[in-house]
């Protein structure tokens, strides 16, 4: 069973950072991303990355977000720069075993998902 653990959101004000961690407690190479979801909007993938650090992003957060990982401490985080106030969401770290997902960003290819955090961006 697949397992992931994210930090805790937090609240921040708008050019802020933030950065957000998610422990994937299971073996073997996984793909993982981040989604997120507003209020009263579909959720959306932002930023992907795989066993060996090929990254994908959103085109809303290229520049601002970066996805990382620690892969002998099976950790992804995702650096939350320059923070707008349409950043406002519930996050979502996700995990696929790698080999079978072709859209990294689509939810639909994920079968394991976090709790979700929350991330308030004041203007």
């Known amino acids: 069973q697949v397992r992931l653990q994210e930090s805790c959101g937090a609240a921040e004000q708008s050019g802020g950072s933030l950065r957000l961690s998610c422990e994937l407690y299971?073996?073997?190479?996984?793909?993982m991303a981040w989604f997120r979801q507003a209020r009263g909007k579909e959720r959306e993938g932002i930023a992907s990355?795989?066993?060996?650090?090929?990254?994908k992003y959103k085109d809303s957060v290229k520049g601002r977000f970066t996805i990382s990982r620690d892969n002998a401490r099976n950790i992804v985080y995702l650096q939350m720069d320059s923070l707008k106030p349409e950043d406002t969401a519930m996050y979502y770290c996700?995990?696929?075993?790698?080999?079978?997902?072709?859209?990294?960003?689509?939810?639909?290819?994920?079968?394991?998902w976090g709790q979700g955090t929350q991330v308030t961006v004041s203007p």
């Open positions: 996700a995990a696929e075993r790698e080999g079978g997902v072709w859209n990294p960003l689509q939810g639909y290819e994920y079968n394991s």
């Open positions: 299971t073996d073997g190479n996984y793909i």
């Open positions: 990355i795989d066993h060996n650090g090929a990254t």
